[in-house]
């Protein structure tokens, strides 16, 4: 039988695909939009600071009389916040995956779970908050050279808030260990824990991997915590004690200010912008790759 | 022989004693985020309960603390959630079901899926970026709840098209052609059997995600949400015809995290209590949304059976 081309019935049909359809290709569209408006208007700045300055210089003043902007203090204050924070996430992240699929009672998994996924519910702001007023006086009676700004305590609290985005990870990349490779462990006569560290740990490493990188990109991208508690000093320091200022803490510190549209200053942050867009995009991209790989082991 | 047969008895019972030990590691491990929850949770109510009032919903901020409230925060919050819901949920379910029930297997649709997932790992600052140089300057929005609400939805949308695709994908490929054998269109198929089974699933990621967009503050700052603000934008309901004003959409506006953001970064004492008092609520709003969340998720998987 033909299809009849203007019967009503399939010129709806088409309408509602071809809408459906648009609706599903306007996602690439805010991806060009991003790299768009990213780009032009971090050429407009390239054009009046040369490229090997932005990213060679160690000293970030562009507030300043006599603005400098190399961008590498706000890289690094990125990287410490983000380090400190890895090194919270992975271990727990890690260890609470294990535990709540090799060890936990199937009852304890499914209370815990929905709780820990509330961590990452708490809005970034009130974290902040916390960071400030409650970690750092805290931490200061420990540190007694720890500064009312600090990056080790948005980066303690960054970790913990992480933990569930490895862990969930993480424990994925354990449930694709198939069940007769745990068996044959057993078998041997091993224990859960070296079952866990001797066999799961290596089948499963792709995607843990990936669980840290996704967990880094995270926390390079977070952007409240270190606003409120890392201070707004753009530090070339890998001293997480001092205060510091992130990539992100510099695109809010501006867009606090009232900066005309523009001005050499307002470009900053879209320079500061796509800096920080490329070192997510690569750290995502590396994930991906790995989580890839889980599925295509067994 | 004996000898060697005790030792390994000691053995197995060092390994055994290790494996208790890592139990015990894992669970507390395991509690580290809920204790940092419920440790967050009163350090917020010590600092902030004394705060909450009547009063403190229904004034707008002010130079002395205690005069303070959270009313245009609260009020510009409900405005920018309905340009967010108006503009991310029929897009984001829209491209859902395009994905799962239309899109061929090709080079395309894998483009927009990679796409998709890699969105949903941009960091929200970028949407912020994106925009103000896109929403405030190019298309002339200004710094106003459209602009505002708008970069929160591209932000959300991801996280709807996924919610959307794992609720439908979950039905089984006999509903469809059940409905196919009936002689019902794609659409048809759709509209009278895809979408009502999957609404709980799709539901739960509209809530998640408007949830995530309560707390987001760092996208709403870089299009320039002003901190200070003692009035309220004109209201969307009017006593003569045609009912409706969309002047709102232009007006000025902050949001409740905004407002605390203000509050924290302010040295005296007497306004970190304001910002641990709007805390409070800001929390109680995003926590109730999730556990309203994963009730309707819990609800419907009980409820179909297939």
Redesign the interface.
């Known amino acids: 039988m033909k299809k009849k081309i203007f019967s009503k019935?399939y010129i709806?049909?088409t309408m509602?695909?071809g809408?459906?359809?648009?609706?599903?290709?306007?996602?690439?569209f805010?991806?060009l939009?991003?790299i768009f408006?990213?780009c032009?208007?971090s050429l407009e700045f390239f054009k009046e600071i040369p490229i090997k300055d932005f990213l060679t210089g160690t000293v970030w003043t562009p507030l300043f009389a006599n603005p400098q902007f190399g961008i590498l203090p706000l890289v690094a204050g990125t990287l410490l916040t983000t380090a400190v924070a890895v090194s919270v996430a992975l271990?727990?992240g890690l260890?609470?995956a294990?535990?709540?699929s090799e060890?936990?009672p199937h009852k304890f998994r499914e209370t815990?779970k929905?709780?820990?996924?509330?961590?990452e519910?708490?809005?970034?702001?009130?974290?902040?908050?916390?960071a400030?007023?409650?970690l750092t006086p805290l931490l200061q009676k420990v540190f007694e050279n720890l500064s009312g700004f600090n990056a080790l305590s948005p980066g303690l609290?960054m970790g913990?808030m992480i933990?569930?985005y490895v862990g969930s990870v993480s424990e994925d990349a354990l449930k694709a260990v198939p069940m007769h490779i745990r068996e044959g462990s057993y078998a041997m006569?091993a224990?859960?824990?070296?079952t866990?560290f001797k066999v799961l740990i290596p089948s499963a490493f792709s995607g843990i991997a990936a669980a840290f990188i996704?967990g880094i990109?995270?926390a390079?991208?977070?952007?409240?915590i270190v606003?409120?508690a890392a201070g707004m000093m753009p530090n070339f320091t890998a001293n997480p004690m001092e205060p510091i200022q992130t990539l992100?803490s510099y695109?809010?510190q501006v867009?606090?200010g009232d900066l005309p549209?523009g001005t050499i200053e307002y470009k900053t942050?879209?320079a500061a912008?796509i800096v920080?867009?490329i070192m997510?995009?690569s750290f995502?991209?590396i994930?991906?790759w790995l989580k890839k790989r889980i599925r295509e082991a067994y | 022989m004996k000898e060697t047969l005790q030792e390994l008895k000691k053995k197995i019972a060092k390994r055994k004693f290790y494996n208790k030990i890592f139990a015990f590691i894992g669970f507390i491990s395991t509690t580290v985020g809920i204790i940092l929850l419920a440790v967050l949770f009163i350090d917020l109510a010590i600092d902030g309960a004394q705060r909450i009032s009547y009063k403190f919903f229904t004034s707008f901020p002010s130079r002395f603390p205690e005069e303070a409230g959270i009313l245009s925060a609260w009020v510009g919050t409900c405005l920018v959630m309905i340009v967010t819901a108006a503009a991310a949920v029929p897009l984001g379910v829209g491209a859902g079901i395009y994905l799962e029930e239309y899109a061929k297997k090709n080079w395309f649709t894998n483009l927009i899926e990679i796409n998709i997932n890699n969105l949903a790992g941009v960091p929200s600052i970028i949407y912020g970026l994106l925009a103000l140089g896109l929403f405030v300057y190019f298309f002339n929005f200004g710094e106003s709840v459209l602009t505002g609400g708008l970069a929160l939805a591209l932000l959300i949308l991801p996280i709807v098209i996924m919610a959307t695709r794992e609720a439908i994908r979950a039905i089984p490929n006999s509903m469809r052609e059940a409905a196919y054998a009936l002689g019902a269109t794609k659409w048809q198929t759709v509209k009278d059997h895809i979408i009502p089974y999957s609404i709980g699933g799709i539901l739960t990621g509209i809530i998640i995600g408007m949830s995530r967009a309560i707390g987001e503050t760092a996208p709403i700052i870089t299009v320039g949400a002003l901190t200070f603000i003692a009035f309220l934008p004109p209201s969307p309901i009017e006593p003569e015809f045609p009912f409706l004003n969309f002047k709102w959409l232009m007006a000025p506006f902050t949001v409740m995290p905004i407002q605390m953001f203000n509050w924290v970064s302010r040295p005296q004492q007497a306004f970190h209590l304001n910002a641990a008092a709007a805390g409070i609520v800001l929390l109680v709003m995003t926590l109730l949304m999730n556990a309203l969340a994963i009730y309707i998720r819990y609800k419907f998987r009980k409820k179909i059976k297939w």
Do not use: C, D
């Open positions: 019935r709806i049909e509602i695909e809408s459906l359809m648009l609706s599903a290709v306007f996602s690439i805010i991806t939009g991003i408006v990213l032009y208007e271990p727990i260890i609470t294990i535990y709540l060890y936990a815990v929905p709780i820990l996924e509330l961590l519910a708490v809005p970034t702001v009130v974290y902040g908050y916390f400030l007023l409650f609290i913990i933990v569930p006569g224990t859960k824990l070296q866990a996704m990109s995270r390079i991208g977070e952007t409240m606003a409120i992100t695109i809010v867009s606090l549209h942050i879209f912008g920080l867009f997510t995009l995502n991209i994930g991906f």
